[in-house]
């Protein structure tokens, strides 16, 4: 009896102090300058693109030294995918599904490679060459010619191919902007 009094006593100086628990200690709270740091979204009508530009020209170069090791000579695949010159259509089966048949905006591929690209060592590029390197996988993709500078006025004004190629499941309809 004396034990399970004990066991009870016990018990309830321990939720005691766990109630007096103010939050559940999970870290610390973000900074609004940490909360910039990850704010990094790019919208197809190009909010949230930095300053900054770039050309097919230096482009290459970049590509030529941070991504040809992964995607293959001109975009067309190695160890990872393929960003350009699709072997078959979208209609084909399968269907080839890189980012000049398939991706609707231009501003994802400026976003998607600075969050992720190099796979190796993410956010090493500066603007410029994001833009750039950008600029270049458009025009592999026969999106630009190779003269069009790259800039955030620039490229949401790009027209994919397959940018009117979504259908709103639930209102089955063409999606627009
Ligand atoms: C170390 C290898 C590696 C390097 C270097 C690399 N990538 Fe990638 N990349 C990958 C892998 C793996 C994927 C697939 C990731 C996934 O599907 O989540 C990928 C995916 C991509 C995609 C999306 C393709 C799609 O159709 O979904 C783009 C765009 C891209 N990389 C661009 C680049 C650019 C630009 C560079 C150079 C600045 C680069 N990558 C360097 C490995 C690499």
Known sequence: MFMRKCALF?????????????DPNLGQPATLEIIERWNIDVFPSGKGLPEGQGTVHAGKKIYKAYCLSCHGLDGTGDSADELAGAAHSLTDKPPDKIIGT????????????RRSMPLNAPGILNNNELYAVTAYLLYLNDIIDKNRIINANTLPKVQMPNRYGFIDIYQKKIMND
């Open 10 to 22: 016990v018990l309830l100086i321990s939720f005691n102090v766990f109630s007096q628990e103010k």
């Open 102 to 113: 398939y991706w609707p905006y231009a501003t994802t591929i400026f976003d998607f490679i």
